[in-house]
């Protein structure tokens, strides 16, 4: 097995990127979704969390999945 190489400055640079444009997305939503004057029932906001948590946790299974196989030579 290779060893790992440290991360280099470019890719702390991409980090630093996607790091920035994730920050822009969360505060580009918050002001849209403050500016909209619409009241959500309890039904509403226990659907949306159900759904972020439902989703997270088959992005993170997946993805799981795909290190598993990797890592157990199943992918080939």
Do not use: C, H
Request: charged share 10%; no cysteine; proline share 3%.
């Amino acid at each position: 097995m290779e060893a790992r190489k440290p991360i280099g400055p470019g890719g702390w640079f991409v980090v630093a990127v996607l790091v920035a444009l994730l920050i822009a997305a969360i505060a580009y939503a918050a002001r849209i979704w403050m500016s909209v004057d619409v009241q959500m029932s309890g039904w509403g906001w226990l659907y949306t969390i159900l759904g972020v948590v439902i989703t997270t946790a088959l992005g993170a299974g997946l993805m799981a999945l795909v290190f598993y196989s990797s890592r157990n030579d199943y992918d080939r």
